[in-house]
Structures are given as structure tokens and as C-alpha cells.
């Protein structure tokens, strides 16, 4: 057909890489059936014999064609919109403001006719529109009654939130929403003068002799007000979303089935208000599966299932008590503060306990959210899918609770919450949003060197963020601030960029088997920014030393604090020169998930990757390791922190006198090396080895360490003072 895009013009039109660098930082060609594929999941024909897309609108003809899906420019900034209208139109434009008040935006006198090429518009989108005819489509009309283009311009003044542009044409009204972001994130003044400290884990993993089997809300408020004690300004947890509500619950809190929901196995059940207006009998019941669980204290391993089947059998009792009159009321203004997605999520996990997952599997009018059946089934299970609501509503209140009592305490910060990337392929968003994702793509990770894991997170299709004005990412990030002080966005170069794997893939590795799709990074910034702005709070880039220079210039430039890692040998010395660390970076020996200092050391980290078959290339991987461990030591030894004769426990501490040399804003302290575990405690990127992410904090000798024992270490106190010193 004439005038059809090419395969590599439509990719570019949409953000779809044709090439990517290999290892060897070579561009290559990305296979054209894997461009194609990923273009039809954004809803783009490629097919040669294709109509030209049409421009997106609700029917009739649209009279504005040029109105962006969303606005989002920094604070000073001025942006100008150039829109295309009928002549004859009476127009008006205009910014509501968040506040209610309005600025009129002024547009010139004499509309202009376009030009043969074409408007340069922010976009090519047509408005969504009701009625009216087109008043300029018969040939050789006059131009007093052609298309005219009309520029506006918004103002640099307009202040930080979430506005709305209002354009009137042609009896119609259009409305777009505009979000003015920070340009940059300030510290807090205390934080700015004086540097801070912090723990980290997964909150799973630390578990209480009171604990449930497994880490909870009340764990991170005893962990982070025993830090903040011995004076850690913040403690920064894994994500504390929920998971699929069915066994087997995935153990790998970085691909939850909602970044909205929290996770209600970390409810601390002895804490729920309603407790205490249990019947003798209930209380009794209460206590037997209390009993249960907490044997599974024992365990070396967090066993999610087991967990949950008492857990939730308790609560559902708590659940059946009247509730006072001032819990019902704080229980019905938190159902109506987060009516947009609660009771959908709600009906969700009833469903799943129903039929299973995944949802593809139900009944087909089970399948739509918005069907008449799935309606019929939430009346009907309306106890059911109050329960669910109502575990959403006491997670996210003991959550709320630890971050006052840390901050209480004495913490500048409190709790920092890790975000994920997104959210497992299947689960509630997807069945939620269908419409928002890309159907058969999955996220995947690529590394500098081009090696690529599948995550096995669903693919969000860039336009319908924009869409909806980003208001669910907007949400994301506020529900986060609502139970902390600072949030830490993992892998935050899906912001920028995404890896989409094709599902199936024909190909033999992930890596010739996608591309790079773009993600307007400006606006997911900028939101960030505003959130943690009105929230007072600090933004962490998690990952951020794998991502491209320009990226890292960028964030730099907005003003996130970096993640900094000084156990990375790509200097060929074991570790970073902690001096040559950035300044508005948090720093710590190794990530969460990352093998401990201890077991980098001895090297016991070696054989479980040979076991779990965690590298392609065991053997290179087991002589590189020996020469870190050998080039560590040495560096050590040669700054005078320890010498090579050195006991493992004297070899982290003075890790750590190494790490406090760094200029860094934020040091941070893993909680596997105040206890010296030897083990590996997750492993970052790997989705398949479950057993890597159901491992609670243990000792050198892998016996169980409780967080009650962990406040009282000698080892934990020996490291601590080391970090404390340098703030």
C-alpha cells in the first residue's frame, strides 16, 4: 500500500528498539519477527496491507486533533501544545488548577492554516469526542473553513500537582491532565547536614520469637526501633506486596501480583484491635494456631502455605467480631478512600480461593471485572470479599504503625519500602487492567554484558500509563509514602526502558528473543519526585550502578540518591574504591539479595550456584571469585583493616571500616552480615529457584538467628559501632 511505515518506522514511532548492543558493545539488528511481535502487542498493525492507524477518540469526529494523552513538565518549565481545530469553531483553553482556581491560557487572534507537512504537535492523537459532524471534508472548500492550528502556550509558573487542561471547540469540551513535578528532590535539612545509616533485609526472613513462622509489621517496628537505638536513621525492606493468594505463594517478593495490595501474611495477628473482644473459646482457638506457627520458627525455611493456613484461620475469627463504632467508620473511610481498586482486588482473591489461578482458567464471564457475573459473584460472596478488604485495610494500618514507632524512636527517615519492577504475569493487574498490558510479553532484565533473565512480570504498555494520566503509577508510589519515609524503586531503568520478551520465544536464550520498548521516563520521574516531595520523603534508585551513564546523569540530575555497591569487581580488585563513591548515594557492601560479605569471603556462596545452576559457566565463575576473594583481602590487608590470617568475623568488620570511608549520604548495613550468614539469601534476577527466597537470617553454622537474638549479638553490636562511628 502507499504511503505504508516501514517495519523500522513504526518501531521508531513507538519506541521499539531495531538494534541493541551486544556484550562486546556492538550494535546488532533485533530479529524482525521479534519487532513485529512486540509492535502487535502495543496494538500497532504492521502487516503491509494496513489502513493507516486512526487516531485515537470515542467516535464521531473529533474536533482538537493534537492533544496529548497526559502533560507532565517540571516546575518553571513552559510547554507549548500545537492543536489543529475546525475554523469556524469558537475555542477556548484553559488550566484548572488542583486547588480549583483557573488560568486562562491565551492562543492567537488569527488561526493559522497548517501547512502541507503538517503541525509540529506534542502528538498526532485525535481526542476522544461526542457528536458533531465534520465540517470540512468536501473537496475544494474554502479556507475560511479548512483546519486551523492554533498554538498554546502553558505558563512556567504554574505550581507543583495535578491540574487539568480544559480545550473547548466546537461544542465540545477535552480534557487533559497536567502534572507540574519538583525539577529536582531537596534532602531534608537534617538529613543534608549530617550523613545517615541504616539495615537492611527481606522482612520475611527476620523473624521474632512472637512471629508467626514468618517476618511481619511488628518485626520491622522491633528491627527498626532497635536500630534506631543505636542511632540507624532508616531500615530498608524488601516489597511487602501481596502475592497470589492460592498455594503455592510465590516466595520471590519482587513479582507480587499487585504493587497496590500489601501482603497480609505480614499482619502481626496478636495486634489486631479486635482481638481483645474474642470469646474465652476463640481466644483459645486463636492461641492453638498460634502455636502452630510459631514451631515453624524452627525452620529453615519460611514456609509461606503453612503460614498462611493458620494465620488466616485466626483472622477470619478476629474478622467476625462487631467492630466498635469507631473502627467501623475508620474501616468505611479507608473502603471509600480506596474504592478505585480494593473491592476489585478483593473480589479477585475470592475468585482465585474459588476456581484457582490463573484467571485464564475460569469461567469466561468470570474473566471481565466489569461483567454483570463477576458483579452476581461479589454480592453474593460479600462476606468473602469484605475479609479480604478488611486484611488490606489492618496490613496497611501496622504498617503505618511501624513507620511512627521507628520514627519515634529516633529515626531521620524510617522505613524504606523497595518497590518492584512490576507485578507477575497473571496475577490481579492483569486481570484488572487487561486492556493496560501487553498481551503474550513478559519484562525481562538485561545486563551490560547481554545476558537476559526472565523476570516473569507482565509487560505494561507504555500508552496506557499515559493514558489514564499515569494515575496508577501515581498511586503506586503514594500508597508506598503512606506506610514510610523513603522509597527505594528496584531495577529503575524500567523507567526508562524495558526488555519485553515475546512469550512463547522460539529462540534459545531471552536475549534474541526481545527488545528494549521506551517508557517516557520524564513523566515516571517526575511523579516520583512530586509524591516524595508532598510526602517529605526520600527517593532511592535501586540498581542504579547497572544502568547506562546517561541514566545515572540523569537521576543525578533530579536529584534521586543512587545506589552504590562497593563489593563490584569490576575494577579487577575485589571492591570499589570507597573514596570514589558518589556523594548523594546509598552505599553498602553488597544489595539485599546479593551472597553476604561472609560467604564472598569463604567462598561457600560457590557451591550452592553449582548447585542451584545459578551461573552458565560454573567454573569461570568459581576461578573468578577466588581471585575477588584473594584481590579483597590483600586490599584489606594493605589499608591496614585486618590482616590475611584474619578470622571471617574480623575480615567483615573490617569491610565495614572500609565501607565507612566512603563520602556517601546513606550507609547500609545488610542484616546477613550482622549475623555472618554464609548462605545465599536470594539471588538477584533469579526467578527460578524458589528455596533461594524461603530462607530466614541464620548464623556461620546456618542454625536460625531470631531477631530477638540479633538485638543482642556481640557480632551485630561489633559492626554497628563501625558505621556509627563515621555519621
Given at each position: 500500500m502507499p504511503g505504508t511505515p516501514s517495519l523500522t518506522e513504526l518501531a521508531n514511532a513507538h519506541g521499539v528498539a531495531t538494534h541493541v548492543r551486544d556484550g562486546s558493545g556492538r550494535a546488532r539488528a533485533v530479529a524482525p519477527?521479534?519487532?513485529?511481535?512486540?509492535?502487535?502487542?502495543?496494538?500497532?498493525?504492521?502487516?503491509?496491507?494496513?489502513?493507516?492507524?486512526?487516531?485515537?477518540?470515542?467516535?464521531?469526529?473529533?474536533?482538537?486533533?493534537?492533544?496529548?494523552?497526559a502533560l507532565v513538565l517540571r516546575e518553571s518549565w513552559t510547554r507549548r501544545v500545537t492543536l489543529t481545530v475546525p475554523a469556524t469553531a469558537e475555542f477556548e483553553a484553559r488550566i484548572v488548577l488542583e486547588d480549583g482556581s483557573i488560568v486562562p491560557l491565551d492562543h492567537d487572534d488569527e488561526l493559522d492554516a497548517p501547512s502541507d507537512t503538517g503541525s509540529e504537535s506534542e502528538g498526532e492523537d485525535e481526542d476522544k469526542s461526542e457528536g458533531g459532524e465534520d465540517e470540512s471534508d468536501a473537496a475544494g472548500e474554502s479556507d475560511s473553513t479548512s483546519p486551523q492550528v492554533v498554538d498554546l502556550d502553558l505558563p512556567g509558573d504554574l505550581p507543583l500537582g495535578y491540574h487539568e487542561l480544559q480545550v473547548s471547540a466546537g461544542g465540545r469540551r477535552h480534557v487533559r491532565p497536567v502534572v507540574v513535578t519538583p525539577a529536582t528532590m531537596t534532602l531534608?535539612?537534617?538529613?543534608?547536614?549530617?550523613?545517615?545509616?541504616?539495615?537492611?533485609?527481606?522482612?520475611?526472613?527476620?523473624?521474632?520469637?512472637?512471629?508467626?513462622?514468618?517476618?511481619?509489621?511488628?518485626?520491622?517496628?522491633?528491627?527498626?526501633?532497635?536500630?534506631?537505638?543505636?542511632?540507624?536513621?532508616?531500615?530498608?525492606?524488601?516489597?511487602?506486596n501481596a502475592a497470589d493468594p492460592v498455594p503455592t505463594i510465590d516466595p520471590n517478593p519482587y513479582r507480587p501480583a499487585s504493587r497496590t495490595a500489601l501482603d497480609p501474611l505480614a499482619i502481626r495477628v496478636e495486634e489486631v484491635t479486635e482481638i481483645g473482644y474474642l470469646s474465652a473459646a476463640e481466644h483459645q482457638l486463636v492461641e492453638w494456631h498460634g502455636d502452630d506457627a510459631r514451631r515453624l520458627n524452627l525452620t529453615d525455611e519460611v514456609d509461606r502455605d503453612a503460614v498462611w493456613e493458620s494465620k488466616r484461620a485466626?483472622?477470619?475469627?478476629?474478622?467476625?467480631?462487631?467492630?466498635?463504632?469507631?473502627?467501623?467508620?475508620?474501616?468505611?473511610?479507608?473502603?471509600?478512600s480506596e474504592a478505585g481498586w480494593l473491592f476489585d482486588y478483593a473480589t479477585w482473591c475470592v475468585i482465585a480461593l474459588k476456581h484457582g489461578l490463573p484467571a485464564s482458567t475460569w469461567p469466561e464471564e468470570l474473566q471481565n471485572p466489569r461483567s454483570p457475573e463477576v458483579a452476581a459473584f461479589r454480592e453474593e460472596h460479600a462476606d468473602d470479599v469484605e475479609f479480604e478488604a478488611w486484611l488490606q485495610w489492618v496490613a496497611g494500618a501496622q504498617f503505618a504503625d511501624a513507620q511512627r514507632e521507628v520514627k519515634a524512636a529516633g529515626m531521620r527517615i524510617g522505613v524504606m519500602h523497595d518497590i518492584a519492577p512490576g507485578v507477575i504475569d497473571g496475577g490481579f493487574e492483569e486481570?484488572?487492567?487487561?486492556?493496560?498490558?501487553?498481551?503474550?510479553?513478559?519484562?525481562?532484565?538485561?545486563?551490560?554484558?547481554?545476558?537476559?533473565?526472565?523476570?516473569?512480570?507482565?509487560?505494561?504498555?507504555?500508552?496506557?500509563?499515559?493514558?489514564?494520566?499515569?494515575?496508577?503509577?501515581?498511586?503506586?508510589?503514594?500508597?508506598?509514602?503512606?506506610?514510610?519515609?523513603?522509597?527505594?524503586?528496584?531495577?529503575?531503568?524500567?523507567?526508562f526502558r524495558q526488555w519485553w520478551i515475546p512469550q512463547p520465544s522460539a529462540a534459545e536464550n531471552a536475549a534474541d528473543a526481545g527488545t528494549y520498548v521506551q517508557f517516557d521516563h520524564e513523566a515516571l520521574i517526575g511523579i516520583l519526585l512530586l509524591e516524595a516531595h508532598r510526602a517529605g520523603a526520600l527517593v532511592v534508585a535501586g540498581d542504579e550502578d547497572e544502568t547506562?551513564?546517561?541514566?545515572?546523569?540523569?537521576?543525578?540530575?533530579?536529584?534521586?540518591?543512587?545506589?552504590?555497591?562497593?563489593?563490584?569487581?569490576?575494577?579487577?580488585?575485589?571492591?570499589?574504591?570507597?573514596?570514589?563513591?558518589?556523594?548523594?548515594?546509598?552505599?553498602?557492601?553488597?544489595?539485599?539479595?546479593?551472597?553476604?560479605?561472609?560467604?564472598?569471603?569463604?567462598?561457600?556462596?560457590?557451591?550452592?550456584?553449582?548447585?542451584?545452576?545459578l551461573r552458565d559457566d560454573h567454573a569461570a565463575y568459581e576461578k573468578r571469585a577466588e581471585k575477588r576473594r584473594e584481590a579483597l583481602v590483600e586490599a584489606l590487608a594493605a589499608r591496614g583493616l585486618t590482616t590475611p590470617r584474619a578470622s571471617v568475623e574480623d575480615q567483615v568488620g573490617a569491610l565495614h571500616r572500609y565501607l565507612a570511608s566512603a563520602p556517601s549520604l546513606l550507609?547500609?548495613?545488610?542484616?546477613?552480615?550482622?549475623?555472618?550468614?554464609?548462605?545465599?539469601?536470594?539471588?538477584?534476577?533469579?526467578?527460578?529457584?524458589?528455596?533461594?527466597?524461603?530462607?530466614?537470617?541464620?548464623?556461620?553454622?546456618?542454625?536460625?538467628?531470631s531477631l530477638d537474638d540479633l538485638m543482642t549479638s556481640r557480632r551485630a553490636k561489633r559492626v554497628i559501632r563501625?558505621?556509627?562511628?563515621?555519621?
Open positions: 519477527e521479534v519487532v513485529e511481535a512486540v509492535l502487535t502487542s502495543l496494538g500497532v498493525e504492521c502487516s503491509e496491507d494496513a489502513a493507516p492507524s486512526a487516531d485515537r477518540h470515542d467516535g464521531g469526529t473529533p474536533s482538537v486533533v493534537g492533544l496529548p494523552d531534608p535539612p537534617d538529613l543534608a547536614a549530617k550523613r545517615g545509616w541504616g539495615v537492611a533485609g527481606q522482612l520475611y526472613a527476620v523473624r521474632s520469637d512472637r512471629s508467626w513462622g514468618i517476618g511481619d509489621a511488628a518485626d520491622l517496628a522491633e528491627l527498626g526501633t532497635w536500630a534506631a537505638r543505636s542511632g540507624a536513621d532508616y531500615v530498608n525492606v524488601g516489597p511487602v485466626a483472622l477470619r475469627m478476629i474478622f467476625n467480631v462487631e467492630r466498635s463504632h469507631r473502627r467501623r467508620r475508620d474501616f468505611g473511610h479507608f473502603v471509600e486481570w484488572a487492567w487487561p486492556e493496560a498490558f501487553a498481551a503474550d510479553m513478559r519484562l525481562g532484565a538485561r545486563a551490560a554484558d547481554g545476558t537476559v533473565v526472565d523476570l516473569g512480570l507482565a509487560a505494561m504498555k507504555p500508552s496506557a500509563l499515559a493514558e489514564n494520566g499515569y494515575a496508577q503509577w501515581r498511586d503506586i508510589v503514594r500508597r508506598t509514602l503512606a506506610r514510610s519515609g523513603a522509597l527505594r524503586m528496584e531495577r529503575i531503568g524500567t523507567l547506562e551513564p546517561w541514566i545515572r546523569d540523569y537521576l543525578a540530575e533530579r536529584g534521586v540518591v543512587s545506589s552504590a555497591v562497593l563489593l563490584d569487581d569490576t575494577e579487577g580488585s575485589g571492591s570499589r574504591d570507597p573514596k570514589k563513591l558518589p556523594e548523594l548515594a546509598m552505599t553498602s557492601l553488597g544489595a539485599k539479595d546479593a551472597p553476604p560479605s561472609a560467604a564472598l569471603l569463604t567462598g561457600s556462596h560457590l557451591e550452592e550456584a553449582r548447585r542451584y545452576g550507609l547500609t548495613v545488610r542484616v546477613a552480615d550482622l549475623v555472618g550468614d554464609q548462605r545465599i539469601v536470594g539471588e538477584h534476577g533469579v526467578t527460578h529457584v524458589h528455596a533461594l527466597w524461603r530462607r530466614p537470617v541464620a548464623g556461620p553454622d546456618e542454625s536460625g538467628v563501625v558505621v556509627r562511628a563515621r555519621s
